[in-house]
C-alpha cells in the first residue's frame, strides 16, 4: 500500500470528513464529483458549493496511480486510507472562476488553489485516527454538540460563523440572536486564513472574555471550526450554512459580505445566493442588515430600528476597519469595540503575519 503525507491543512479536511462536518459528503471528491459541485453545486442528490478536494503534486501522482489502496499518513501515524483512488487533475483557471467569481491571485482563496498540486485524489474515504494538535483544546465536533444541545433541551440554536474577535455589531447579532432563539453556537473558524487576520488565540481568548464576563453562560456554546477560509462569498456562504446544520444549529446568520475579501463580491451577494437554496440548505436563515452604530441614536442599530442610515451619523463597523486600528495602535471608540477583549495578549500574537 503507498502512503501520502498529509500537511495540516489536509488533515484537517480529513478530520472534517471522517466527523461529519461536511455531511452529506464524506470522501474526497472524485472527478464527476467535483465537477457537478463546481458547475451546479451539486452533491449526488444534495447542494453542496464547495469541492473537498485532496492534491499531489505530479510526482507523488506517478508514485501512487497503480495502487488500489493509499494510506494517509500525518506526523508519522496512519489516519486514514483512500480505497479505489480516483486521480485527476483540472483547469485551474476556469474552475477559480466557478468557485471564486475570479482568477485573480489576489484573492486568497485563488492564491491558495493555484498553489495546490495540480493533481487531485478521491474515492472512499476512511478516517481512522484524531490526532491532536495545538487547536484541539477549543473544538467540539457534532456528535458532541448535538449532545450538548439535547441535554441542555435548545429547540432553536443560532449558528454565529466569525473570523474576527468580536466587535460592537457581533456583539448585537449575538444578544439578538440570545433575545429570540434558545441559545446560540459562537464557532469561529480558526483554520487557515490570510495573513492580517487574527490569529486563533486572539480569537477565541476574546470569546472566552466576552462570553464570561457579558453573556449568560447557560445560552452560550463556544467551539471553534478548524478548516481553512476560502473566502469563497456567495458560496461559502452556503458551505457555513450547511457545516452548522451539521453541528446541530436550527438557524444560521448570514451577513452582509459573508466570507467576503476585499471588493470581490457585492454588499450582500452572499445572502441573494442563499436566499435561491434555502430550502435546500435545511437550516433557517437569519438574514443580517447591518448592523451599524447611529450616533444619533448613540446604540447599535438596524436599517429595521433606525431612520439614520444613509446620513452622516450611520459609523459602519468591520472587521477590517477595527483592524487597521489595532495595527496602526489608534485609539479605539469604545461603541465599537471594547478593548478589554484583547488586553492581555501581546500585539504580536493578535494577526497572523506568516
Known amino acids: 500500500m503507498k502512503s501520502i503525507n498529509l500537511n495540516f491543512n489536509q488533515y484537517l ?3 472534517k470528513l471522517g466527523k461529519g462536518v461536511f455531511y452529506p459528503v464524506l470522501d474526497f471528491m472524485k472527478k464527476n464529483e467535483f465537477y457537478d459541485v463546481v458547475n451546479k453545486m451539486k452533491y449526488r442528490k444534495n447542494i453542496f458549493p464547495i469541492p473537498i478536494i485532496l492534491d499531489v503534486d505530479e510526482k507523488k501522482k506517478n508514485q501512487i496511480s497503480a495502487f488500489k489502496k493509499i494510506n494517509l499518513i500525518y506526523k508519522s501515524k496512519s489516519v486514514g486510507q483512500i480505497i479505489k483512488p480516483e486521480i485527476f487533475r483540472c483547469d485551474k483557471r476556469k474552475i477559480s472562476k466557478k468557485i471564486y467569481g475570479t482568477t485573480n491571485k489576489k484573492h486568497p482563496g485563488v492564491k491558495d488553489f493555484f ?6 485524489i478521491g474515492g472512499k474515504t ?13 473544538e467540539i465536533f457534532p456528535k458532541q454538540t448535538k449532545s450538548i444541545i439535547k441535554k441542555l433541551k435548545y429547540k432553536t440554536i443560532v449558528g454565529f460563523q466569525t473570523r474576527n474577535v468580536p466587535h460592537k455589531a457581533h456583539e448585537y447579532l449575538i444578544r439578538n440572536s440570545i433575545e429570540n ?21 486572539s480569537i477565541m481568548k476574546s470569546y472566552n472574555v466576552f462570553i464570561k464576563n457579558f453573556l449568560p453562560k447557560n445560552k452560550v456554546i463556544l467551539s471553534c471550526l478548524t478548516t481553512s477560509m476560502r ?6 456562504a452556503i458551505f457555513h450554512a450547511i457545516i452548522r446544520r451539521n453541528y446541530g444549529c436550527t438557524h444560521f446568520i448570514v451577513g452582509r459580505d459573508h466570507a467576503g475579501v476585499g471588493n470581490f463580491y457585492k454588499k450582500y451577494e452572499a445572502q441573494d445566493l442563499v ?21 444619533k441614536c448613540s446604540q447599535i ?15 459602519q463597523i468591520s472587521g477590517t476597519y477595527i483592524r487597521s486600528k489595532i495595527i496602526n495602535k489608534k485609539k479605539l471608540d469604545k461603541n465599537m469595540f471594547r478593548s478589554e477583549l484583547i488586553s492581555g495578549i501581546h500585539p504580536k500574537k493578535i494577526f497572523i503575519n506568516e
Do not use: M
Open 301 to 315: 442599530v438596524t436599517s429595521n430600528i433606525c431612520k439614520h442610515l444613509g446620513s452622516r451619523y450611520e459609523k
Open 115 to 120: 498553489n495546490k498540486g495540480d493533481w487531485f
Open 275 to 295: 436566499k435561491k437554496y434555502e430550502k435546500l440548505i435545511g437550516i433557517n436563515i437569519i438574514y443580517s442588515k447591518g448592523p451599524y452604530y447611529c450616533s
Open 181 to 201: 432563539y434558545d441559545a446560540i453556537l459562537i464557532q469561529p473558524l480558526i483554520g487557515q486564513k490570510k495573513i492580517g487576520d487574527y490569529t486563533p488565540e
Open 13 to 15: 479536511e480529513l478530520e
Open 126 to 138: 476512511i478516517f481512522k485516527k484524531n490526532i491532536k494538535h495545538n487547536l484541539s483544546q477549543y
Open 231 to 236: 473566502y469563497a462569498g456567495p458560496k461559502e
